[in-house]
């Protein structure tokens, strides 16, 4: 059964600075990871997508990258802006006909003005 | 704004009561799933569906929730003699046939008394 974990569970920082969120999973075989991002009492958005067979995506600020071998996953988030405050979650799908997602808790994170 | 709507956003009832949600996915999109997610946890799967047919259903799901998709369009949760613990954000997701980026909506808050 798939496990996927987050660390740091909340991370507050100060404007400007750049800043690295964790993720682990349990079964390596997995089809793709995706990072999400989730505002208060609000529904999840798409950040990014890695396919198994990449090592790394970016988008805008964000970067992602994926270490398939030994179950690791990062998003790094650079010159952090008040805006970015939400909690971030990462979701491994692993394959199969369903495509379904295992999620972890997520990061809170507070970017201080 | 992903595209997907759920209805309603909030719901209240006691205990005891039934209660139904409804998604309406992104156009064309084949794939929806039902996810929950309690207080402080990850969102966890409960459903899916391929057009009108229910594919695979989680052990989450008791004989207390049924979930339809007629015609493969819009879907509905139904959850009967509701329990304080079916309290959590339950959220619908739609995915394109050979894409792998599930799209999120705004999710369903139940409160159960």
């Known amino acids: 059964k798939q496990e996927v974990t987050q660390i740091p569970a909340a991370l507050s920082v100060p404007e400007g600075e750049n800043l690295v969120l964790n993720c682990s999973f349990t079964?390596?075989?997995?089809?793709?990871l995706q990072w999400f991002r989730q505002d208060p009492g609000k529904g999840l958005t798409s950040l990014l997508l890695?396919?198994?067979?990449?090592r790394e995506q970016t988008s805008g600020r964000l970067n992602a990258s994926l270490d398939k071998s030994s179950g690791r996953s990062t998003l790094y988030i650079a010159a952090s802006q008040p805006g970015d405050s939400a909690t971030y979650l990462c979701a491994v799908n692993s394959g199969g006909s369903n495509y379904k997602l295992t999620f972890g808790k997520g990061t809170l994170l507070t970017v201080n003005p | 704004d992903t595209g997907v709507s759920q209805d309603p956003r909030h719901k209240i009832t006691k205990r005891g009561q039934n209660v139904t949600f409804r998604c309406d996915p992104i156009?064309?999109?084949?794939?929806l799933y039902w996810y929950r997610q309690t207080l402080g946890q990850g969102p966890e799967f409960l459903t899916y569906f391929q057009n009108e047919a229910q594919l695979e259903k989680s052990r989450l799901l008791s004989d207390r929730f049924s979930a339809e998709r007629p015609k493969g369009s819009f879907s509905t949760l139904e959850i009967q003699r509701t329990e304080q613990g079916d309290s959590a954000m339950y959220l619908c997701a739609s995915q394109q046939g050979n894409q792998e980026t599930q799209y999120f909506g705004p999710g369903t808050r139940l409160l159960v008394l």
């Open positions: 890695i396919q198994s067979s990449q």
């Open positions: 079964d390596s075989a997995i089809y793709n």
């Open positions: 156009s064309e999109h084949n794939r």
